[in-house]
């Protein structure tokens, strides 16, 4: 209960920081449609929109699939489309350094949902099956891995990704291939000192890395607000000392984040440098399922809201959204049906894969 | 003939020239000082790091997802403890990603005790290694294995920890490696920076040729009949001598240089266990859940009706750092009479 009450009194916090520090590009709009998406075309708004409800709609799917006893353990993005679907949407994707790279944390649905990955493969991971794309039924959900589409593997340690990340800007760099790496991770996360290797690491002078560094800000590590951690003003500030272009964004405003990212990573592309983005957002469904999975009031929900925005406009119809929304449900629905059918992972399996072309790793046979 | 440093360099230097490897990288690996043991002077694509070890794993790790290959350098073992985890990742991403994202990546980091080094100069990885579950661990006792072994870590397409003897490192060998002049006085002028400005310098590299050393394979530098020795690294050097020693008296002792602590080759090993009837397992690494113990365990289980002596292992002992006077480091590492002792009480114990 305690939990509940300052979670909302936090995220009003972060919400009104936001909003302090820059005026929010949909806010500002009073007039014409075209201003109030800031000139985004109705198309893609649209399309944004049934991408986050897809990733909304499936990441509920988890949660009822964990709820139902089908999954040891949910964590993933509820509360994060707004942010997540344009960076899927943004990403050149394919495989290879010519290619952007992605090294994600444990809330990444939304990007792959943009960059098409189907519900039943999220689903699959959930539920361990041997048909998981992802691990192959060895690791959590939202612990996704697309090497077709440089989707480096998710791992659990907090922040580690933003190290590795260095090495596929750094053979991009070389490639002089336009592509950039993007790392995702939380604001608790930035503690450690992975993050302060990859601003280390990504910004010598003269050595500077095609990158785009970002933390999804949602005011809480687990139980721990943001307030008892940090003594910097921003996060953003800390790029900033290491001469990294830095800003903070809006990230429950997939308007504003879609021209945050297309800014950003315009300007990598053209220079070869870094830049940084810190995305204020929301937490939906507390941390994970060791938390209960359970709704939070109080935190903005940047599906509703840009939905509303929406059907304010005249965008969208309210029998259309609701199709969409329903669409999803039944897929999802149908996708864990079809889930439970497919087997798990043999007993012998362990031993695969240890070593490259499976050479034998097990030393009762050495 | 070549000292390890040496062969080191031209290892990566035939990694550059032909393995494809294009970075290696790490403190003070680049020019000027071409590192800490000037392993890596004169070479192509060396690079210095950040004093940052995560930083350096980290970076090795993503350019091993894209497919390239690169060396990194850990400059002593003794800073690779705040890697573990990124190890961990390393050796786990292959099987955790159900086989789609290898990491070819090299990581060689000098090791153990035997230069006066105290606390933080001396530690040892073996043991540590030994536990990292997806990377293979060599440990080269000659400059020829360190060749060869370096060119089969660099091929090999897991992550592979090039484990160096520092104590070694100007000790030279007594094998060719294919294409090293025969003269040292040549080699050196070739591939030797000069000391003071080294700005215009730059190596003329032998004809060097592929040596393979296979990952996984031991080999019997001594060979003997009544007890089994298993070392590696600098204790491997130790132990030959002791063989040699003992043949005056009439004591017959097989050497076994494991080279490769993982995946080890057991056959050798159990093939001249079953012919020597004893066993004793040297390394310098500590002595509690020691690699030693693993393979003793092993010996215990699978050969204990052919044992004719209880299996021993001789290690570090059990404390937190080798200090730096010469009777605290000597107390802390097997010594050469030491396991000489050892190895006469195996011999005459009978069940
Ligand atoms: C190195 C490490 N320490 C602790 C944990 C346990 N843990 C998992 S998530 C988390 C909080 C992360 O908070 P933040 O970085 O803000 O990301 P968020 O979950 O809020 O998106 C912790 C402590 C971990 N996974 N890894
Ligand atoms: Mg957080």
Redesign the interface.
């Known amino acids: 209960m305690q939990v509940q009450v300052s979670r909302a009194k936090n995220s009003k916090k972060i919400s009104s920081r936001v909003n302090k520090k820059k005026s929010v590009g949909v806010k500002k709009a009073t007039g014409s449609k075209k201003n109030l998406f800031s000139g985004l075309p109705k198309e893609l708004l649209l399309h944004m929109h049934d991408l986050m409800v897809k990733s909304r709609v499936l990441e509920e799917r988890l949660i009822k699939i964990y709820k139902a006893g089908d999954a040891f353990f949910w964590i993933g993005a509820p509360g994060e489309e707004a942010w997540g679907v344009p960076l899927g949407l943004l990403t050149k994707k394919g495989q290879?350094?010519k290619y952007d790279?992605l090294?994600l944390h444990y809330r990444g649905t939304p990007t792959l949902v943009a960059m098409g990955m189907p519900m039943i493969d999220s689903i699959r991971l959930i539920m361990n099956r041997s048909t998981?794309p992802?691990?192959?039924g060895?690791?959590f959900s939202n612990?996704y891995?697309y090497?077709q589409w440089n989707v480096?593997?998710v791992?659990s340690?907090i922040e580690?990704q933003?190290?590795?990340?260095?090495?596929?800007?750094?053979?991009q760099k070389?490639h002089k291939s336009q592509a950039l790496?993007v790392v995702t991770g939380g604001d608790a996360g930035t503690a450690e000192?992975?993050f302060a290797?990859c601003l280390?690491?990504a910004s010598?002078r003269g050595q500077e890395l095609p990158m785009l560094i970002t933390v999804q800000n949602n005011g809480w590590g687990i139980s721990t607000a943001f307030e008892g951690q940090h003594g910097e003003t921003e996060i953003a500030d800390r790029a900033r000392a290491f001469n990294i272009r830095s800003r903070v964004i809006n990230g429950n405003d997939p308007v504003e984040t879609y021209l945050a990212l297309q800014e950003e990573m315009a300007a990598i592309r053209k220079t070869g440098k870094p830049s940084f983005i810190e995305a204020r957002l929301s937490r939906l469904y507390g941390h994970s399922s060791a938390s209960g999975a359970n709704f939070v009031g109080g935190e903005l929900d940047c599906v509703r809201e840009f939905e509303k925005k929406l059907l304010t406009s005249g965008y969208l119809k309210e029998s259309q959204a609701k199709k969409i929304w329903e669409a999803y449900e039944k897929e999802g629905f149908e996708a864990q049906q079809q889930v439970r059918t497919e087997p798990g992972p043999s007993s012998e399996s362990i031993w695969?894969?240890?070593?490259?072309?499976?050479?034998?790793?097990d030393?009762r046979k050495? | 003939m070549a000292n390890m440093a040496q062969a080191i360099r031209m290892a990566l230097h035939y990694g550059e020239a032909h393995l494809g490897v294009k970075d290696i990288f790490g403190q003070d690996v680049g020019a000027p000082l071409g590192g800490a043991f000037t392993a890596t002077q004169g070479l192509k694509t060396t690079w210095n790091s950040p004093l940052d070890e995560r930083g350096i794993i980290g970076m090795a790790m993503g350019i091993a997802m894209t497919g390239e290959r690169c060396v990194a350098e850990i400059q002593f073992c003794d800073y690779i403890f705040n890697t573990i985890d990124l190890l961990k990742i390393a050796g786990n991403t292959l099987w955790v990603t159900n086989g789609q994202y290898p990491m070819p990546l090299v990581v060689m980091t000098p090791v153990g005790a035997g230069i006066r080094g105290s606390i933080y100069h001396s530690h040892s990885f073996d043991a540590w290694a030994s536990r990292l579950p997806g990377w293979k661990v060599v440990m080269p006792s000659t400059p020829h294995d360190a060749y060869g072994l370096l060119i089969s870590a660099i091929k090999d397409p897991n992550p592979v920890l090039f484990l160096i003897p520092k104590a070694l490192m100007r000790v030279r060998g007594e094998e060719l490696i294919p294409g090293e002049p025969r003269e040292e006085k040549e080699l050196k002028s070739m591939v030797d920076a000069p000391i003071g400005d080294r700005s215009k310098w730059k190596p003329r590299w032998p004809e060097l040729q592929d040596l393979a050393i296979p990952i996984g394979q031991a080999q019997i530098t001594r060979p003997g009949e009544q007890i089994t020795v298993v070392s590696y690294g600098r204790h491997l050097l130790v132990c030959n001598q002791i063989a040699d020693d003992l043949r005056s008296d009439g004591i017959s002792v097989e050497v076994i240089d494991l080279r490769t602590i993982y995946p080890y080759d057991w056959q050798t090993v159990k093939a001249s266990i079953q012919k020597t009837g004893r066993a004793i397992f040297v390394n310098e690494d500590t002595e509690v859940t020691n690699f030693g113990e693993h393979l003793a365990y092993r010996a215990t289980q699978e050969l204990f009706y052919e044992l004719m002596a209880r299996p021993l292992v001789i290690a570090g002992k059990n404390v937190p750092g080798i200090g730096l006077h010469p009777n605290l480091e000597d107390a802390s590492i097997p010594q050469k009479h030491e396991i000489e002792t050892a190895i006469r009480a195996v011999v005459a114990e009978t069940p």
Do not use: I, K, Q
């Not at chain 1, 240890?354 to 790793?361: L, R």
């Open positions: 290879g350094p790279y090294h998981d992802s691990t192959g060895r690791n612990h891995c090497p480096a593997p791992s340690p580690v933003y190290g590795m990340a260095l090495g596929t800007a750094h053979v070389r790496t000192g992975d290797t280390v690491w010598r695969d894969h240890v070593y490259a072309d499976n050479e034998n790793a030393w050495f």
